[in-house]
């Protein structure tokens, strides 16, 4: 079993920068594909960016592309999502995921099976 806790949300203005992470214990999760999805007031959650299990490959929404940074520590086990000139859409709670069977982007051999709790994003505008 894998427990996921998120850190470093918070309220920023517009343009402004943070820094998400997100920590695994119960397991290493060196082996798999990590992502982060969001999920803002009132819409459906999506996905926003993920890496594969050794950092080689990242890939991004389009929404966030060239503003988002998502990199992964493995000896710490931790997963980090930089995001710069935020936006007040930027605005949801964010989730990190392991992607025990496919890339960590959503598709046929996706496996999102753990989950953390999240962290709230707000920027103001």
């Known amino acids: 079993q894998v427990q996921l806790v998120e850190s470093g949300g918070g309220l920023v203005q517009a343009g402004g920068s943070l820094r998400l992470s997100c920590t695994a214990s119960g397991q290493t999760v060196s082996s798999y594909a990590m992502a982060w999805f969001r999920r803002a007031p009132g819409k459906e959650r999506e996905w926003v960016a993920a890496?594969?299990?050794?950092?080689?490959?990242?890939f991004y929404r389009k929404s966030v592309k060239g503003r988002f940074t998502i990199s992964r520590d493995t000896a710490k086990n931790t997963v980090y999502l930089q995001m710069n000139s935020l936006q007040p859409e930027d605005t949801a709670v964010y989730f990190c995921?392991?992607?025990?069977?496919?890339?960590?982007?959503?598709?046929?051999?996706?496996?999102?099976?753990?989950w953390g709790r999240g962290t709230q994003v707000t920027v103001s505008s």
């Open positions: 995921v392991v992607d025990r069977r496919g890339s960590g982007v959503p598709g046929l051999e996706s496996a999102f099976d753990y």
């Open positions: 890496i594969s299990w050794n950092g080689g490959s990242t």
